[in-house]
């Protein structure tokens, strides 16, 4: 089978980061209210996700500090409602892997899936992690971006680390026993519930670049919660990286893992969602995704393997398959855990992908490589998708075409 030859290019996003994240935390802690809300001798939980959000340690370490500063007790709270196997071993080891430790952080680092009802949403039960609960204030710390499984005014933020992270296993599965259309809705009317019963006293917003860079952390006063982060939504989806062509006929992604995204792969960057009753977007129109492996962030975790239609022997080797499960038993879209079409290696995977493409000239084949789906900033394209981005003054070319080249294995060489 003839390959197409490859172009490495370069996606020149603004770039946007903070030149120190963790002395930008201390500016913006200081500006807040805090020493107002916070006296001597009081706890104070902080909530710890499971996302590997850039900086996070740094920031969590300035909001530890601030909390001593002022006489309080920190305490950071592991706040990833299912993910972690669903047990605190499985958070404690996560969060270790994000540089999240009571060493690193000066502060201890509460694993627990001990969780109480604390009421009722349209949705069912509301439930909140018995340890917060024991926190004279709460402190919430989270990315806010656009959610890879649904759309609204509310979505990955502040309100869902409440409603779902804070909620444990079993706020995560009465959360996602809503219908998906209303999950928006549930993350308002859940953390309306669990905001009679937790004194959260301020929200840190963390926004990032199209490089997975921090650039902007923004206060959130208890009473601006709903209204500032429906804001900030919507500033983050402006900065959203996605792939420089919408129409191929294959994509190769090196690595999936909840490292990159809550779905292993972002669904808003590969265009499938794979829920039940949802319809699929409209764009990018990708007819075949092979994913190669399961990045070692991720810790056997290959949720979202699903959403590919080729995988390899390798990643299906290193599945933690408990894990996947929970999380797709959970959220209730199982699809997403279903193993693709597997093969011997890449280069069996690779021809698989474009033979079943039918028709496609092999050697003009629309294909487009990169990492993940997260870092986008560079990435390899076939000579027929160049064609249509070599006008853009966002692209820069890194390199001449090339073949597509295996090791003596039969896996891709790394670019």
Same mark, same amino acid.
């Given at each position: ?5 490859? !172009? ?15 002395? *930008? @935390?201390?500016? =913006? ?9 916070? /006296? ?23 909001? %530890? ?9 920190? %305490? ?23 540089? !999240?430790?009571? /060493? ?33 204030? =709460?402190?919430? %710390? ?6 890879? #499984? ?6 990955? +933020?502040?309100? /869902? ?13 009465? $959360? ?29 917003? %963390? ?13 959130? $006063? ?33 690595? !999936?893992?909840?490292?990159? #995204?809550?779905?292993?792969?972002? @669904?808003?960057?590969? +265009?499938?969602?794979?829920?039940? +009753? ?8 990708? /007819? ?27 990643? =299906? ?12 038993? @959970? ?10 079409? @597997? ?23 629309? !294909? ?15 000579? #027929? ?17 090339? *073949? ?12």
């Amino acid at each position: 089978m003839d390959f197409p030859k490859l !172009i490495k290019i370069s996606l020149m996003f603004p770039k946007l980061g903070l030149s120190d994240a963790g002395l *930008e @935390t201390g500016i =913006v802690l200081r500006s807040s209210s805090l020493s107002r809300n916070i /006296k001597p001798g009081m706890k104070v939980g902080i909530t710890a996700g499971s996302r590997g959000i850039r900086n996070i340690s740094k920031i969590l370490r300035e909001v %530890v500090g601030y909390v001593k500063y002022l006489g309080g007790i920190p %305490v950071l709270l592991a706040a990833m409602g299912s993910h972690g196997g669903g047990s605190p071993a499985g958070q404690r080891k996560l969060l270790e892997s994000l540089g !999240i430790t009571e /060493k690193n952080m000066g502060a201890p680092v509460v694993c627990s899936v001990d969780c109480v009802e604390i009421g009722r949403a349209f949705y069912g039960r509301v439930f909140m992690n018995s340890k917060a609960l024991e926190c004279d204030a =709460v402190i919430l %710390v989270n990315r806010i971006k656009p959610h890879t #499984s649904f759309h609204g005014e509310y979505e990955s +933020g502040l309100l /869902k680390m409440l409603v779902v992270g804070l909620g444990g296993p079993s706020g995560a599965a009465s $959360f996602h026993r809503c219908p998906t259309a209303s999950l928006s809705r549930a993350v308002a009317e859940g953390a309306a519930v669990a905001l009679r019963h937790v004194r959260v006293i301020l929200g840190l917003a %963390v926004l990032e670049d199209a490089y997975d860079d921090t650039r902007m952390l923004v206060p959130v $006063f208890p009473e601006q919660l709903f209204e500032l982060e429906r804001r900030l939504l919507e500033e983050s989806r402006k900065h959203l990286p996605g792939l420089p062509s919408g129409d191929l006929d294959l994509l190769i992604v090196d690595e !999936i893992g909840k490292n990159f #995204s809550g779905t292993g792969m972002d @669904t808003n960057v590969i +265009g499938r969602l794979r829920i039940q +009753g949802v319809p699929e977007p409209e764009s990018p129109r990708i /007819k075949r995704i092979l994913v190669l492996d399961v990045a070692p962030g991720a810790h056997g975790n290959a949720y979202g393997i699903g959403l590919a239609d080729f995988t390899t022997t390798r990643l =299906v080797e290193k599945m933690d398959r408990g894990a996947i499960y929970l999380n797709a038993v @959970t959220s209730t879209f199982v699809q997403r855990a279903m193993i693709p079409l @597997t093969c011997q290696n890449d280069m069996e995977a690779v021809k698989s992908a474009l033979k079943s493409l039918g028709t496609v000239d092999t050697r003009d084949a629309r !294909i487009i490589r990169i990492h993940n789906t997260l870092h986008l900033n560079e990435m390899l394209v076939s000579e #027929s998708v160049f064609r249509d981005l070599s006008h853009l003054p966002s692209i820069q070319i890194m390199g001449p075409p090339e *073949e597509i080249s295996f090791d003596r294995s039969g896996n891709l060489l790394p670019f």
